[in-house]
């Protein structure tokens, strides 16, 4: 699996995910999949491929900025110290005129540094993969938790000291009635179809 759109040559490894000792299955987006998959779990994740972040502009705005849409606040990530944040939602969804999420066909994952004010992409995804949600282990280590079209799960490890992601996958299909990325985004009063 290569979610991510130009990733250089990747090391290709057989082996699960360390971060079934971070309380990761604790998160809602795991609990949201358990009630319909009771053996969902993180330890059951196999990492696919390490490679290099591979690090692009980006035109998104940032918190605080001039043009920047408050609709976006509560869904910023930050890192433990408050000076990062991922943002994958302000290029993927916009609210139509009737109050409702309108979606693109891509979706963009932004790291922003708050403190320089600088924003870099670091996966960009076609309509076939998707990021629901995230979160930080410290201040330079983040987790992005995401879905498929077919509706396999998978994370994506960002190790920004290393400038490293490793690319873990689900191996089996989740019974899925409702994504994630809907229920996120309705229980911050975003009304979805």
Same mark, same amino acid.
């Given at each position: 699996?290569? %979610? ?5 040559? %990747? &090391? ?6 360390s ?32 490679? %290099?972040?591979?690090?692009?502009n ?7 900025e ?7 606040k ?11 944040y ?29 403190? &320089? &004010?600088?924003?870099?992409q ?12 995230a ?17 396999? %799960?998978?994370?994506?490890k ?16 989740? &019974? ?8 996120r ?9």
């Amino acid at each position: 699996m290569n %979610p991510e759109k130009d990733v250089e040559t %990747p &090391k290709v490894e057989n082996t699960t995910t360390s971060t079934a000792n971070d309380s990761i299955d604790l998160l809602p987006w795991f609990q949201y999949y358990q009630k319909e998959n009771t053996d969902f779990t993180s330890a059951l994740f196999n990492l696919k491929q390490t490679s %290099p972040i591979s690090f692009q502009n980006s035109s998104v705005t940032i918190l605080n900025e001039k043009g920047f849409n408050e609709i976006y606040k509560p869904f910023l990530i930050f890192n433990k110290s408050k000076n990062k944040y991922l943002d994958f939602d302000s290029y993927q969804w916009f609210l139509q005129p009737d109050g409702s999420a309108g979606f693109e066909a891509d979706q963009q994952v932004v790291l922003v540094d708050y403190k &320089k &004010k600088e924003a870099r992409q670091v996966a960009f995804f076609g309509p076939s993969y998707w990021i629901e949600d995230a979160y930080w282990k410290g201040d330079s280590v983040a987790v992005l938790l995401g879905n498929t079209y077919e509706k396999v %799960p998978f994370m994506m490890k960002y190790n920004f000291n290393k400038n490293e992601v490793q690319h873990f996958e689900y191996p089996d299909t989740l &019974k899925i009635e409702i994504p994630y990325s809907k229920v996120r985004l309705r229980k911050h009063g975003i009304k979805v179809e």
